[in-house]
């Protein structure tokens, strides 16, 4: 179930792991693509440009996986971007997020109620393994840093129904409103700058080519979790393609795996 792409890589130097939020640990948000993509095709094609809702279904989902992992924001520029190159006058691209956000909380209410009333387990939300690997890497000393581009409030909402806080502790960050703020790579420089860790101590976890990246360029590991959502029992082969160009170095369907991710990470 573990795909090895870099033959002989580990993680035995690792102090530090950095994880994505949304589909790497939680499933809460499972189907936002088919919520965000529908939103901003619908938007394109009321421009009648003569593109077919097929081709441009391809353009969006195009630069929605290109753009996964990076705060939600971008996805939204972009899309504003797509809106004027077809002669279309867009609105503020938070005005975009504050309606695909609209959109994806009537998907998700239901979820988050029963998680917040405890009418069902985390487990069901969290990728498979999740808690797992967190215990172990946690036993092996390692600190754990969650960042997300989904807004802050919210991945520590979620992060907290879903009893991944004592994990993390302080140490989650979301998206803020000023978005130039706050990224993956500024997270990862202030822990390298602040002289407790190197950039080779680093193992990260994601689904979006930005945290797989941005750990790579200092000399870390990198997880790819390729997990097709909601059920996580195989590899989706579109995350895939985008993880293995993104320089991951190994490729998990989710956690569960056999031989034991843990194990593959810190050999002998």
């Known amino acids: 179930m573990i795909e090895t792409l870099r033959p002989g890589a580990h993680a035995l130097n690792a102090r530090v792991a950095l994880f994505d939020f949304d589909g790497t640990l939680s499933l809460i948000r499972s189907g936002w693509v088919e919520t965000m993509v529908p939103m901003m095709v619908e938007i394109l094609a009321d421009l009648k440009t003569g593109e077919s809702e097929q081709e441009l279904t391809a353009i969006v989902l195009e630069y929605v996986g290109r753009l996964t992992g990076r705060q ?5 520029i972009e899309f504003a971007d797509q809106i004027k ?6 609105e503020e691209p938070v005005v975009y997020k504050h309606m695909y956000l609209d959109r994806l909380m009537v998907k998700i209410k239901d979820r988050i109620d029963d998680l917040e009333k405890g009418r069902i387990a985390p487990e069901t939300w969290l990728v498979p393994g999740s ?3 967190l215990q172990g890497l946690k036993e092996r000393g390692l600190t754990l840093y969650l960042a997300s581009g989904t807004d802050d409030k919210y991945v520590k909402h979620e992060a907290a129904i879903l009893g991944l806080e004592p994990f993390f502790g302080e140490r989650m960050y979301g998206a803020l409103d000023d978005y130039k703020t706050f990224s993956k790579a500024i997270l990862i420089k202030q822990i390298i700058d602040s002289a407790e860790n190197r950039g080779d101590e680093f193992v990260g976890f994601g689904d979006g080519y930005v945290e797989i990246e941005n750990v790579k360029s200092v000399g870390g590991v990198a997880v790819g979790v390729a997990s097709d959502e909601p059920a996580c029992a195989k590899v989706d082969e579109w995350k895939r393609d985008r993880l293995v160009n993104s320089g991951a170095d190994w490729i998990v369907p989710h956690f569960d795996t056999r031989p034991a991710l843990l194990s593959t990470l810190f050999p002998g």
Do not use: D
């Open 131 to 133: 808690m797992e690997l």
């Open 85 to 90: 190159k077809r002669g279309g006058t867009p």
């Open 72 to 76: 939600t924001i971008y996805q939204m």
